[in-house]
């Protein structure tokens, strides 16, 4: 099952790069996000999931669709087809009439970010590869004494709370939590900042 | 954005609203004992704002939660948060110490006071959050004609 989404969310992130309609490379997004909500909820992970939908599929699609209301629908520039052979067909062209200008650069910009992309990719997977299986009790942090351990077996005495992520949040890091409610009200004021031009605009008296 | 073409969307947006406070309220509430708190509770009390919009016109849901309410909103709940932990300090414990509110010693008062702490801090975290989410989407949404006036009276501003 794991399998499959994960399959899905590697074909959806190659449309929402390949397609050229913004509005509906915001839809794939919020395709993708929604998948991913049902993958946090495979493992178990219910808060995160649950906030990956509103969040990812919900409020972050409708601001994407917001964005692009006002950039326009269609992406400018050298456009990349989302069918393979014309992509093929036109990086051809683009290396062609490249290696014709004198002052070339060793590697096209294209080659770097492949270069680059499949480094990451490869450490990644790497890393991966000594990455614990979910749940499993020898990983360090489901070890006896770990911090986890520690919130599992003490937070219903400590706090009453049935859902150990609240007390976690709340209690055990909650200064974390009121530097990330501080972040997101930064995150507003900025917005504000710059599109209502430095608090100039007095609300929405004059909007029609 | 401009209010969809559709009588029986627009209807449907509108009555959907008080249900979706509704539930945002619950998953506010139901934070300690299931999935949820402030942070899904103000992200979804904030999605029935953007459906307005989305399905009513931006100056529709506009009206239902107008800057001179949102704006305030933005750092009271970073207040609350931040009252909340200056309170137990104030109270003889540690800061955001929510037991040392109760302000004395039994363990059972002590347990009640830490379950008012933790609701306080999610009802700030949830009034942050659904006014940033709210302003975030009337900000980025509106319309260019609207925009152009709030640019103009900017400039105007700039060079007096």
Known sequence: MEDLILAILVALALAAVRLKDLLGAAAVLGAYSLLMALLWCRMNALDVGFTEAAVGAGVSTVLLLAAVNRVGRREQGPGVSPLLKPALWRLAEHRAALAERPDRPLLSARTMALLVVGLTAAALLYGARDMPRIGDPAAPANRAGSVAQHYLRHAPADTGAANVVTPVLGDYRGYDTMGETIVIFTAALCVVLVLRQAGRWRGPKEAP | ?160
């Open chain 2, 1 to 160: 954005m401009r209010s969809t073409d559709s009588l029986i969307v627009r209807y449907i947006a509108r009555r959907s609203v008080p249900f979706i406070q509704l539930y945002a309220l619950y998953v506010l509430g139901h934070g300690e004992d299931g999935p949820g708190g402030g942070f899904q509770g103000g992200v979804i009390f904030a999605s029935s704002f953007v459906l307005l919009g989305l399905a009513n016109g931006w100056g529709y849901g506009r009206r239902a939660a107008p800057a001179r309410l949102l704006d305030p909103l933005l750092p009271l709940g970073c207040l609350i948060y931040l009252g909340i932990g200056l309170a137990a300090l104030l109270a003889g414990g540690a800061f955001l110490e929510y037991g040392a509110l109760a302000g004395s010693d039994d363990p059972e008062v002590r347990r009640h006071w830490h379950h008012y702490g933790l609701i306080g801090i999610e009802v700030g975290v949830m009034v942050t959050v659904s006014a940033a989410m709210a302003t975030l989407f009337f900000e980025m949404a509106r319309p260019a004609r609207v925009q152009a006036r709030v640019d103009r009276v900017g400039e105007e501003a700039d060079r007096a």
